[in-house]
């Protein structure tokens, strides 16, 4: 060990008698100087300017892997330097002659390797305490600074320089020239950054190459992560390295035949394989997340229902090679796999499977158009060459597994989750710009299979607005579109379209029953089975429209509710936010007192009805209050739109505890009795007939206990509110959040059981206590001054040692 150190010593004062050694020292502290001063500059002047707003101050400054963190950067800086760091470190004494004297010494081909690695990793702590002093002037400006998280990813780079080093010694002892070993070492990193990619359609090697690959491990440490594979793999590369090294200069102190050097060699490999194996698996690896917020890791509700999934599981993902929307190829399977890892973390012993095969509608007009003449076969090959994939790795629909239904999914890219009791659910993706799941779509397919969740039923009946048809008015797109991320079915709700003329029975396995503007009449006896499902303490929405709301006036009247006779208008001047800046401002109208403006000066009709959340709204359920934060805000306020609205009034106590959601934004709205025609025509206010101006309410929330439950009831003045129409629909210089009205009103309803909460706490460091003018000071003296002293202290020393 005395030898070890004496060569570490000594290789650490050749480093600084070295002008590359410094040189790098001073580019180093120059690039990651810039770097942190330019953000924590911009996010001091952006806090003097806004007077606050800031967020996770220690991500944006430190790991943000948008383009901005440090952490990143230095990744991207070691890749760079280290081939020239180390370059010389062997093939110096090689081309020196000096390489002799080592070898005559009492020291061994272990000293001499571990000793100048060694002298590299006290030079990188060197390296590194420049970054430490980042960190800690960080921690003196940001209230509330995420240590932890922040000196994980410096550990992590640590790791990262010790496993470069340990590449650039072995790289440096294949050759006498330096910078041949510099350009060995950077090819050999750069195969280590893609390795992960090659030859992944082969399961053999999948595991392999998915290991070896570099460019991902400091990554985790980078997010605030630690786990033991990835730790291990920094120290067995490092090892095997080094290993590497040993053996180079031992064969070249000894006489072996090249098949015994080559299985030393291949032996090291292999052990070091086999641990990488090994601490690669699932069921022993170790994890902690160093976050405040917990980022890289599973919220509690995901955990508390991946714990209840006794059992095995199993998630097949089936690719078709001419799927839509999301695909990947044989190459990508770990990738994909990587996507599961923090569930696989709480379940190790879950398996991943994947099934690529191959089928299309021969029968349409793109196939024919595409592939005119070809069988499905030939037309799968052309596909496959066109993708730049192996084709024998598709197999034919018809060698799929017969008992999985792949029809009523399109066809797509699908997983299916499966337990060992039988209950099995499909994981989709979805078309919109993330395209894959993510945790709250995750979760709540494992909840499906897991355990009974909310049952809603939608009465189609009377033309009622299903979920069957795809009309404007009607809810597919919101409820039971396979493609919509939001829609009731990715997000663990059972769906059932219900008639009661056909299937009444459905109602006792309900938990919800939507009542969403009949237009006509319900039977005696079809009011008889709605009542006696109100009073079995279920619950229920009801939504009406103003034309036609005389059909729910018997529900209604049973829950001691009214809509208010005509349509609900406001001014004009109400419709449009005039703060949003990024929008286009609509003139408002003038006009006489309870004018509304005059037609042709109007962006929209003024029954276009804008609400907002009620301050009772507050506290209902975690949506409920991000929707009231939402429609509230008072720079930048979303609605909730409504194209026709009805007030809804309470007129009878009949045991409920009623609790205003919705309320129009404008206090002077009133309920339009005369006028049809809101296009051509001008409304007025006209007490004589009835019309009252003030705030109206246009969604209520009825609580009761009813039958051993608490009984929930929503009653919305506009069945279009969550309509696929309005859900979709956008316009010039309104805000709306209709999308957000579904799952609060279903989140009540289903008591907090979907959609999956999968929230997490607020970050706190989100202060800077350092003003604008002193972080340019601060900038000026990093970055300026701070590597003109050490290139001083650089010149003196060389100096220093030319003239002893």
Known sequence: MRAIYRIARLELSNLFYSPIAWLILILFVFMTAMNFTDVLWAYARSQEFRGGGLSDLSRALFFDATGRGLWPKISNLLYMIMPLLTMGLISQEFSRGSIKLLFVAPITSRHIVLGKFLGMMMYGLLMFSVLLVYVILAGCWIESFDWAAVLTGLLGLYLLFGTYAAIGLFMSTLTTYPIVAAIYMLALLTFLRFVSGLWQEYTFVR??????ALDRRAGTFINGMICSEDFLYFVIMTAMFLGFAILKLQFIRERRSVLSKVG?????????????????????????????????????????????????????????????????????VMADIARYNSYIRFKPETKMDYVFYYYTDTTDGFFAHRFAGKTLTEAAKEMAKFQGVNARKYVPLSKVDPDVDLRDEGYRFVVLLERENGEKTFLRVFNDAQRVPFEREISAALKRIGMKLPSVGFLSDHYARTITGDRNRDYSYMVSE??????????GFDVVDVKLSRNPQLLDSLDVLVISEPRESFTEEELDKLYRYVESGKNLIIAGKPRTNSYLAPLMEKLGLRFEPGILVQKQDQIV????????SVRGAGGGPGALGQAEEREYPVSLFLCRATDEAKGLSKLWDDLYVKTNHPEWPYSIVMPEASAIEQ??????RVIPLLIGRDPSSWNELETIDFVNETPLLNPNVGEQAGTKTTMVALERQQAGKEQRIVVVGDADAFSMGEVMASRRGILSINGGLIMSMFEWLSYGELPVDTSRPDPIDNNLTIGAEAAGNVKTILQWILPVLILLGGVLLLFRRKGK
Request: charged share 20%; proline share 3%; glycine share 6%.
């Open 264 to 332: 030393r060699f291949l032996g090291v490999f292999i052990v070091a394989m086999l641990l990488g194996y090994v601490t690669s698996r699932p069921m022993l690896r170790l994890y902690h997340d160093s976050t405040h917020t917990k980022t890289n890791t599973l919220t509690e509700a995901s955990q508390e229902i991946v714990s209840k999934l006794d059992g095995g599981l199993k998630m097949t993902t089936y690719v078709n090679l001419f799927g839509s929307v999301y695909n990947i190829t044989p190459a990508k």
């Open 482 to 491: 396979k493609l919509y991320r939001s829609a009731l079915i990715n997000q």
């Open 207 to 212: 595991d392999i190459t998915y290991w070896l």
């Open 651 to 656: 007129v009878e106590d009949k045991g409920f």
């Open 577 to 584: 936010d005039k703060n949003a800046a990024s929008m286009p």
